[in-house]
Structure formats: C-alpha cells, structure tokens
C-alpha cells in the first residue's frame, strides 16, 4: 500500500511540476557552406546580427582593428543559407588586436569587440571607429595570458546585458550591466575531451562562443581541434550546450564532427556564433562562422554554418 502511494505522490508531481527551461530548447542542424568567390580568405573568429541580411564579422589576423560586414541571406522557412558575400571592412584605424568576440548593441547602436591580446572590450560606432569606451576589466581577466584571453562575445538586448567568456584553462564566465558593471561570474567546466592530446602536432580544446538568451541562459559552442603529426585525420568535434548560469546546469542540445581526411574535408574550427532572425514559424536561427587560417594550404575553408533553434525564449 504504501508503495502504491509513494507512486501516485510521484505521478503527481510529474504533473504538477514544472518544465525544466532547457528541456524546452531544441536544435535542428543545417548543412555547412562555403563561398569562395564573394568571401575572401579569413581567420573569422566572431559574429553578430546587425539586421536584415547584414552581419558584422571580425578576423583575429586582420591588418586593422574593425570589423567586415557580410550580407547573408537565408531561407526563412528552413533557416538554411542560400547565400553570403563580404561588402566590406570598417576599421577603427588602430592594429589589431586579435579580434575574437563581437557583439551589437541594438539599444545603443554601437558595437563591441573582445581583443585576446589586450583582454579589453571595446566599444565601436556603426563606421568601425571607437567611442573611446572599455569595459572595466574584472580581475580573473587581468591575470589571463594573451593566448588563452577573451574569447567570446554577446549581447542581449532584453536583459541589457554583455557576456563574455576567456576560452581555455580555468573557464569563467562573466555578464555586465548596461553601465558596464560586472554582474554575474561563473565558473565553467568543460567536458572531457575525446582526443589524446600527447599524440597531436596542435590541440585545443575550449569554448568557441556563446550566445546569451532572453531568459537569463546562455548558449555556449564547447570545441575540441586535434592535428596529427601527419595533418590527416585531423578533426574538430563540436558541442552546443544550453547553460543554466547559477545552477551550473548544461545540456547538450546538439554536436557535430569536422574532418580533414582521405575522403572527407569539411574541417571547420567554428569560433564565432550569435542569433539571426526569427523564422516564419517563429523559430530562431543560429549563424556559426569558422576560422580558416586563411584557407590554411588550401585545404581549409571560411564555412558558415546555420542552426535552428525553437521551443525557448531568445
């Protein structure tokens, strides 16, 4: 009897309990594309939406400080992509600074940049040039070395909140308010990797970019490159997981795997992700740019990728 009731207790509470948030987000994955004649060979390391078709895009090894805009247009029914091309780079008339994160301030209309080597975020006017405004650095990223600093970036513009992340090694996760004050800091732990790193002429293993999202959650694209001495059989494998800040909750919500072999050469190191547009049924895209190495002996390419996401508020 009194299992009988224990039971009846939990089927109970199975209804009356509420949806977990991250149980409600769901990913449909896209096919990759590549555009050689309308997109120059590039080290693209970030991305935000600006808008319509246009995105602003920046490049770790650029010449200058600023960023590229491409116009990419979408199917928006599937959310896959139809086509991209690169209309220009905007600078701030500074050297880079080894650009990896963007992100766009609707509210403002200004646009920020994280520099690894400097560990600053910058802000930026429509036309590339600098307000002159930086976001007080935190102390867990003054200490960061130049090669493993601010990754990451994202705005969300219903929380009026900025977050960033560094990539590697003891991973944190920080948001700003929209004075620029730090507001939350997590601390994040990444899978195991698969790979055995001792075997490997060049390894990496870190977080790509995130995504913030409306309801306080964070998208976050958990990466691992391994290179052979022999450069084939090289692969990236790719991780979205939904992350629940506070709670130091994630969920994997979907994870692809990039090769460079004897039948296969899609490799994609993607380290730039943010938002596009909302879908005709309501869904929202996910826009994914990947770091060549300028096309990399000729083997590696500038892929974009796409993603739909649906069932969440974003």
């Known amino acids: ?30 096919r990759q594309y590549a555009f050689p004649h309308t997109i120059p060979a590039g080290n693209y390391s970030g991305i935000t939406w600006l808008g ?40 701030s008339g500074y050297a880079n600074r080894d650009d990896e994160g963007i992100a766009c301030n609707n509210n403002t209309n200004t646009i920020w940049i994280s520099g690894e080597a400097d560990n600053l975020i910058r802000e930026y006017n429509p036309d590339g040039s600098r307000t002159g405004r930086t ?24 929380n009026k909140e900025l977050w960033t992340c560094n990539e590697s090694d003891t991973v944190y996760i920080q948001s700003y308010n929209e004075l620029l004050q730090p507001v939350h800091t997590f601390r994040y732990h990444m899978d195991v990797p ?35 001495h022999k450069k084939i059989g090289s692969f990236v494998n790719c991780k979205l997981f939904h992350y629940i800040p506070g709670k130091h909750e994630k969920n994997l919500l979907a994870r692809w795997k990039t090769k460079l072999n004897l039948t296969s050469r899609n490799l994609a190191n993607y380290e730039g992700m943010c938002l596009g547009p909302t879908l005709n049924d309501g869904s929202r895209v996910i826009l994914l740019v990947a770091d060549s190495q300028n096309q990399y002996a000729g083997v590696l390419k500038d892929w974009i990728k796409s993603l739909k996401l649906t069932h969440g508020r974003f």
């Open 194 to 228: 698969e790979a055995n790193k001792a075997k490997a002429l060049f390894y990496a293993h870190g977080i790509g970019t995130l995504c913030a999202l409306d309801d306080g959650t964070v998208l976050l694209l958990e990466r691992e490159f391994f290179v052979p």
């Open 52 to 91: 319509g078709d246009l995105y602003a895009v920046v490049s770790d090894k650029s010449e200058e400080d600023g960023f590229f805009v491409f116009e990419i247009k979408l199917d928006m029914q599937t959310g896959e992509i139809r086509s991209a091309r690169n209309i220009g780079f905007r600078s």
């Open 135 to 158: 976001v007080p650095q935190t102390d867990i990223y003054k200490r960061l070395p130049g090669n493993l600093g601010l990754e990451a970036l994202s705005y969300n513009a219903h």
């Open 1 to 30: 009897m009194k299992i009988k009731h224990r039971l009846a207790g939990f089927l109970l509470m199975m209804f009356v309990m509420p949806i977990r948030i991250d149980a409600q987000l769901q990913v449909i994955e896209n």
